[in-house]
């Protein structure tokens, strides 16, 4: 045998363990929720029948798996450019910041390293009638009406989704910052030496090499807002994702129909098309982000 056999074979019986854990803890469940969904496997039933594909047509007649479906797209839309684009401006400006760095850091990261339940929970007081809800007594101190937020079919999603983005700017903060203090700083002096604007440095130099860096954050926060479950959990009106499915999500209604209802078949048929939904935009971004820089 080979120096270089010799070393594969070390390098592969290291790695049988952790790839044997891996396909057992990730293809496994996978492969016995797909088997469930072919099923009316539920917790309070004896029996187990094969159904085929009927909890797949069952779902996608259901009005609620509909409207859920619709409200993880609006979550995804608007919540995942309105974060990058928050977050790599509040980037290039602590970027820009010599004093103080570190404390403006941890105010920036400090909502998304708060316990999510937590903070949902402090948000939703927030959001209530005066005198408990914070933003409706500074409403009505200027003269202004109180607003239903989490009371209103209309505003109870944008709110939700103000709450999620405010807790995602941390983490896409940072990676941002990480990314522009990588750029050599030989290329911007450059830049500027030869008469570029600011600008023109941004457009030219600075965005196009934190592309990899916005390709990640993308595919993350993209994977993030359509598995959205918490806020909407704890938020939304006796987490039920009210009022009148406004805010349910597709995480929260395969909550629903695994443990409340106990039909582990639907749920399992839901889960899967959420899985399916969330291989399919994860490979349309990378399709679109197909370009590696490197400097």
Not at 122 to 130: D, N
Not at 137 to 150: D, I, K, P, S
Not at 192 to 203: E, T
Not at 254 to 278: E, H, P, R, W
Request: with cysteine.
């Amino acid at each position: 045998m080979t120096l270089a056999a010799r070393r594969a074979a070390t390098a592969y019986a290291f790695l049988f363990v952790p790839l044997v854990f891996f396909l057992g803890v990730r293809f496994g469940p996978t492969l016995y929720m797909l088997a469930m969904s072919l099923t009316d496997w539920g917790l309070l039933r004896k029996t187990l029948h094969f159904v085929g594909v009927a909890n797949y047509r069952g779902i996608l007649a259901d009005p609620v798996f509909l409207r859920s479906l619709a409200n993880t797209a609006e979550y995804t839309v608007f919540g995942v450019p309105i974060v990058l684009v928050l977050s790599l401006c509040i980037a290039l400006l602590l970027d820009r910041v010599s004093r103080g760095r570190g404390v403006y850091r941890l105010i920036v990261v400090l909502p998304y390293v708060t316990p999510v339940v937590a903070v949902a929970w402090v948000w939703r007081w927030m959001f209530q009638t005066p005198p408990l809800g914070v933003i409706n007594a500074m409403y009505v101190a200027v003269g202004l009406h109180a607003h239903e937020f989490l009371n209103s079919p209309t505003q109870a999603l944008p709110s939700i989704l103000a709450v999620n983005v405010w807790v995602e700017l941390g983490y896409c903060t940072i990676v941002f910052l990480a990314g522009i203090q990588t750029i050599p700083a030989s290329i911007t002096e450059a830049a500027r030496i030869d008469g570029a604007s600011g600008g023109q440095i941004l457009r030219r130099i600075v965005l196009p090499l934190l592309l990899p860096v916005t390709l990640f954050l993308a595919v993350m926060e993209g994977i993030q807002f359509l598995r959205i479950f918490t806020q909407v959990y704890t938020m939304s009106s006796q987490a039920l994702g009210g009022p009148l499915d406004s805010t349910k999500s597709m995480a929260l209604y395969i909550y629903q129909k695994a443990f409340t209802n106990f039909d582990m078949g639907v749920a399992a048929s839901a889960s899967l098309v959420l899985f399916v939904i969330i291989l399919g935009v994860t490979l349309v971004q990378l399709r679109l982000f197909d370009r590696k820089l490197s400097y």
